[in-house]
């Protein structure tokens, strides 16, 4: 694992990381995209022998120990969305980007029922129509991101 | 390297793989008292995370503190100084009522109350799960932090210690769902319980009889029946009742007296019980 393209990618996760656990003023709050699912997607479409399920379940539950979730939610939801990318990987880059977009918000949608699922039957929670904002402002977000990361891959030559 | 068939047979073999195990921390998690020894040696994994999270905000703060004109900063130390001179004299009348009351005790033969030791703690800029209501503190086992300790501020009770890592901890705010907390009423010591209803502002008094003398404004403090909060720290008053003769119980609602979303510095109790041997034994 001493390779340089791997120490890119995770690179790229840790300032995913760092992002997901700087707080936003308390009204934006609500609205602040997945980045760390939103990267994962991005490294498990571009490359998918090298981010796989593995490294979404790793890096969930680092995610579950930085943000106090109960261990295993955050690895369970994020193979599962991960699992989806990486076996339709070929179909999914084919679309332009503003398609991927669409179909990035049924990928997070899925995610955040299956996560308020978890929680619901760990913590007993009750559901809000707030907690699907992060969809939407997700797949916005995923043109940005797609373009910002493939320039850093092009850039750096990971394979 | 674009592999031309994709490896589909591997994926769902790796999927099981990952939802079993998963499954098997989550349960762990919740059923079983190892993994809090599994988190915080796994926390000092995710320390530098929080370091680096922490930094915009500190950097914040530090220049907003080194661009404040000296005028601003030497009216502060004034009022703060006589802040401090108030206190300081109230500590006096505390320090004779404190010693008055052990040798009271010592008559009765019932144990004496010890100090309770102290320590300050800053809250980290670190978001937390939006479905829990939990905040980080810089302290943690090496600093002789241990689950369980009660968490205060200036005002009254925050909530308590849940998670320990190296150097940083995360404390359960007594708002939080899964939180409860044993309380008294102050007016005439009616023992009750104050549990979190989620909301930042508001928690609640499940299963209240109707026939319980609780009225608004009242002043829960706590009972010190947990063994987890020190007795007589202030915790919420109540805001809202609705007696509702046709449901089994009253519908108790009330505000935390500790600012809960204005948090900036904590203290943390540990609580002690010690004997006192009197005098004629």
């Not at chain 1, 997070?108 to 619901?120: E, K, R």
């Amino acid at each position: 694992m001493m390779n340089r393209h791997y120490w890119l990618i995770l690179l790229s996760i840790f300032v995913a990381l760092v992002a997901a656990l700087i707080p936003l003023p308390r009204a934006l709050q609500p609205f602040q995209p997945d980045w760390v699912l939103l990267i994962l997607m991005y490294w498990s479409l571009a490359l998918p022998h090298r981010v796989n399920i593995g490294t979404a379940w790793v890096v969930g539950l680092l995610m579950d120990l930085a943000i106090g979730s109960p261990l295993g939610v955050h690895s369970l939801t994020y193979s599962v969305s991960i699992y989806i990318t990486a076996s339709n990987y070929q179909k999914i880059r084919n679309y332009s980007v503003p398609q991927q977009s669409l179909l990035i918000a049924l990928f997070l949608a899925l995610y955040h029922l299956l996560q308020f699922w978890v929680s619901h039957f760990l913590i007993d929670i009750y559901f809000l129509p707030q907690y699907l904002w992060p969809v939407l402002t997700g797949s916005l977000s995923w043109v940005w991101i797609f373009l910002l990361l493939r320039k850093y891959r092009r850039h750096f030559r990971i394979r | 390297m674009n592999l031309l068939f994709g490896r589909n047979a591997s994926l769902q073999l790796r999927l099981i793989i990952a939802v079993v195990l998963s499954g098997l921390i989550m349960l762990g998690d919740r059923y079983t008292s190892g993994a809090s020894t599994i988190r915080t040696s796994l926390n000092t994994f995710v320390s530098p995370l929080f370091y680096f999270a922490n930094m915009p905000s500190e950097f914040l703060n530090w220049s907003s503190q080194n661009l404040d004109s000296r005028e601003l900063l030497l009216a502060e130390n004034a009022s703060l100084k006589e802040k401090q001179l108030l206190q300081n004299a109230k500590l006096q009348e505390f320090n004779f009522l404190q010693s008055e009351n052990l040798k009271l005790r010592a008559l009765l033969n019932s144990s004496a109350k010890l100090d309770n030791k102290k320590l300050v703690t800053k809250i980290l800029s670190i978001h937390s799960n939006s479905y829990n209501q939990q905040v980080v503190i810089n302290k943690g086992f090496l600093d002789n932090v241990v689950e369980g300790l009660a968490v205060v501020d200036d005002l009254g009770v925050v909530g308590k210690v849940v998670q320990v890592g190296s150097s940083t901890s995360r404390v359960l705010l007594m708002t939080d769902n899964t939180h409860a907390i044993p309380v008294r009423v102050l007016r005439n010591n009616i023992k009750t319980v104050v549990e979190g209803s989620g909301k930042l502002n508001q928690v609640e008094l499940p299963h209240v009889p109707h026939s319980k003398d609780i009225r608004m404004g009242d002043i829960l403090v706590t009972s010190g029946l947990g063994e987890v909060f020190p007795e007589g720290l202030p915790v919420a008053t109540v805001t809202n009742i609705e007696r509702d003769e046709g449901k089994p119980f009253a519908k108790v609602y009330a505000q935390p007296i500790a600012q809960l979303d204005r948090i900036r510095l904590l203290v943390l109790l540990w609580s002690q019980q010690a004997e006192v041997i009197s005098n004629d034994e």
